[in-house]
């Protein structure tokens, strides 16, 4: 019985580690960019793992995205993916960076603002990085746990794409970054 336990609670563990390991790399990254920042997390939720699936947009248009700055960024639609939580369907859109640059050739971006922000999470939405080798047969995780803050959340002077309306959720999602304890906003 102790064996069978364990090899049901293994890959929780296992997975939950790899989140503090994408947590902890990602908040040294951001304390070089921003070393007056503190950052919080929701608790890690295996509710926010989900299995998605997806449509590929093989014509998907180029949108002009604005963003917190001055800049309009294009982004080329690249799949639509739908996933269900607490019994909910839902839709959003994943998008590819154009131009395409060579050392960023197979990141996609699923930006996105859900019904947390602006009290619990930043108000301009947060993001979630995913690659080109996600997507296969029919199928992609979306791991709500790895969602980050954009710049823009730290300091001003940055250009972070504002979540398209389609990508914009009636649903809490209590996983991924918090609105940050302390910016470089508070040093002012």
Avoid at 34 to 46: G, K, L, M, R, T
Avoid at 73 to 96: C, P, R, S, W
Avoid at 130 to 150: A, C, M, R, S, T
């Amino acid at each position: 019985m102790r064996s069978i336990l364990l090899l049901l609670i293994l890959p929780i563990y296992v997975w939950a580690q790899d989140i503090n390991t994408y947590r902890t790399a990602y908040q040294e990254r951001t304390k070089k960019q921003f070393p007056n920042s503190e950052q919080a997390f929701f608790p890690i939720s295996e509710e926010f793992k989900v299995q998605a699936k997806y449509r590929l947009l093989k014509k998907g248009k180029i949108i002009s995205v604005p963003t917190t700055g001055t800049k309009i960024k294009d982004y080329k639609e690249y799949a639509k993916i739908k996933f269900e939580i607490k019994g909910k369907k839902y839709e959003l859109t994943v998008y590819q960076p154009q131009p395409v640059l060579p050392l960023y050739k197979d990141l996609l971006f699923l930006p996105l603002k859900d019904a947390t922000a602006p009290d619990e999470t930043y108000g301009g939405g947060r993001y979630l990085d995913l690659k080109l080798g996600d997507f296969q047969n029919g199928q992609v995780e979306i791991d709500f746990n790895k969602l980050y803050n954009p710049y823009c959340a730290f300091s001003d002077g940055w250009n972070c794409p504002i979540p398209p309306k389609n990508n914009v959720l009636s649903l809490r999602i209590t996983a991924g970054e918090l609105k940050p304890l302390k910016t470089e906003y508070d040093q002012h």
